[in-house]
């Protein structure tokens, strides 16, 4: 509770991961917070939407579909405002405390998604500056992989747990293949935050080249990683 806040130099590191349906965001963030946490790195795992109950609430609305009559701009303004309470009552509190957060999507994918639909780049950049601005993250991982591969490993997942497909999986496969391609741009544009990886490897080798990533792009003590 009486907890010393972090000084800027011990503020946690913020890693988002980013990438179309099935790419294994879910899977390479746990094996990057378990890395992380033998390291001896404080670190929370939260998503996007999501994270707070409001915005676990927002989610339901977005992933039920309830929300898609609206219109994609819409859809837009309810993914920033889970957003901007994610950050105000999670994302920021915790890397002031010095923790690191590891989040599955965030606004890349709003860039993609809603971008992908039609929504105006000035409209998402001035939600981008609304409900984020200035807590970007300092690392992203865009898993990229052929928009079909990553279908069949969603479908399979859904038919063992027996669960339909959400509102944003269903969409067109030339709808996924433009937000993949979106992506593409993305990392293009800002390689300083950005590094594409190849997800349709085994899971373990895409967790290895992560591990090495974040080690070469963030500066995690060697002495925690040696411990
Ligand atoms: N959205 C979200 C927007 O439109 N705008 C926004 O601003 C935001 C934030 C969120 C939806 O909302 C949209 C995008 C999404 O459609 P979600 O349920 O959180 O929905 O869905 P996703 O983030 O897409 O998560 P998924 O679970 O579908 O995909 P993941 O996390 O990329 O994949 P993961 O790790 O769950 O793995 C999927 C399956 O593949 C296997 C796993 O075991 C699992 O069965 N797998 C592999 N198989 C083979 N080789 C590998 N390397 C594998 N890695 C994982």
């Known amino acids: 509770m009486n907890q010393r806040p972090a000084t800027a130099a011990e503020r946690g590191r913020f890693v988002t991961f980013e990438g179309g349906e099935g790419a294994g965001k879910t899977t390479q963030l746990l094996r990057l917070a378990k890395n992380l ?14 994270g707070t109950p409001a915005a676990e609430a927002i989610r339901k609305f977005l992933l039920s579909g309830a929300a898609r009559s609206l219109g994609p701009e819409a859809e837009a303004l309810l993914f920033a405002a889970a957003r901007a309470d994610h950050l105000d009552k999670l994302i920021r509190p915790a890397l002031t405390q010095g923790s690191w957060v590891l989040c599955d999507r965030f606004t890349d994918s709003t860039r993609a998604y809603q971008g992908a639909a039609g929504v105006d780049p000035d409209l998402i950049e001035a939600l981008e500056r609304i409900a984020v601005w200035p807590t970007t993250p ?41 937000r993949r391609r979106i992506f593409l741009e993305i ?30 792009r963030l500066s995690v003590a060697e002495a925690a990683i040696d411990g």
Do not use: Y
Request: hydrophobic content about 45%; proline content about 6%; some cysteine.
């Open 37 to 50: 946490g033998a390291a001896g790195i404080s670190v929370t795992t939260t998503r996007e939407p999501g």
């Open 138 to 178: 300092d690392l992203t991982l865009i898993l990229d992989l052929p928009v079909e591969i990553g279908l069949v490993r969603v479908a399979a997942r859904a038919a063992a747990a027996e669960i339909l497909p959400d509102r944003f999986e269903r969409d067109t496969v030339a709808e996924h293949q433009r």
């Open 187 to 216: 990392a293009a544009a800002e390689p300083e935050r950005c590094v594409v990886l190849d997800a349709s490897r085994p899971e373990g080798e895409v967790a290895e080249i992560i591990w090495r990533t974040v080690r070469e």
